[in-house]
């Protein structure tokens, strides 16, 4: 049985005046098409600290952001969640150290470090997501798209999304466990937790 790596990089431009989702579905099924690989994994990780990889269902209209209802809808949740760094002092980062810092490392500017909002974002949604490999075809269920959000809205960036694939070139064997019988989770009760007791007809007796 051979195992196989394959790591490809996905360059992105975010727009910079609103948090960005990139729709990369067509870009990583390709790539795990290429791979050779038969059944194992594909990870697509962010490589920024202010962006977010999220599987979710396409909800095919778009608004005038260019924003899809649902990731308008989620959006929104998370402005109230985590609302727009709209003005300076509204978060205690970035502190003047930090701030500092970002001049040290030639940020143009101060305010590119005013993204605390995309910080705290993408930690809710982390930075990466990890799909099932079957017979050479990702399975993200059937409606699934990925998506690379790009919290940070101070300025027009670009972007990188690492995948990585590992798994087989080889065929698996029968997936099913226990013959695909359905797992019963539902709560079970003993005979005594199911028994009567006298203080169901309590209140029919007065």
Same mark, same amino acid.
């Given at each position: 049985?051979?195992?196989? *790596?394959?790591?490809?990089?996905?360059?992105?431009?975010?727009?910079?005046?609103?948090? $960005?989702?990139?729709?990369?579905?067509?870009? *990583? +099924?390709?790539? *795990?098409?290429?791979?050779?690989?038969?059944?194992?994994? #594909?990870?697509?990780?962010?490589?920024?600290? $202010? #962006?977010?990889?999220? *599987?979710?269902? #396409?909800?095919?209209?778009?608004?005038?952001?260019? +924003?899809?209802?649902?990731?308008?809808?989620?959006?929104?949740?998370?402005?109230?969640?985590?609302?727009?760094?709209?003005?300076?002092?509204?978060?205690r980062h970035p502190g003047p150290i930090h701030s500092q810092f970002g001049r040290y490392v030639n940020e143009p500017g101060d305010y590119t470090s005013m993204n605390t909002d995309g910080h705290l974002r993408s930690v809710f949604f982390g930075r990466s997501e990890s799909l099932t490999i079957k017979d050479g075809v990702l399975d993200g269920g059937e409606f699934a798209h990925i998506y690379f959000i790009d919290w940070d809205h101070v300025r027009a960036r670009r972007r990188q999304a690492n995948i990585t694939i590992m798994g087989t070139t080889d065929d698996v064997e029968d997936r099913k466990w226990n013959k695909g019988e359905v797992i019963d989770t539902k709560r079970k009760y003993t005979d005594e937790e199911k028994a009567y007791l006298p203080h169901f007809d309590l209140q029919q007796k007065r």
């Open positions: 049985m051979e195992f196989k *790596v394959v790591q490809k990089e996905l360059e992105l431009q975010s727009k910079g005046w609103i948090p $960005t989702f990139h729709d990369i579905s067509k870009e *990583v +099924l390709e790539i *795990v098409a290429a791979s050779g690989i038969k059944n194992g994994t #594909c990870t697509i990780v962010s490589h920024h600290t $202010t #962006c977010s990889v999220m *599987v979710q269902e #396409c909800s095919h209209d778009i608004n005038s952001f260019d +924003l899809e209802y649902l990731q308008q809808d989620l959006l929104d949740i998370m402005r109230k969640m985590i609302p727009d760094y709209a003005e300076e002092g509204q978060y």
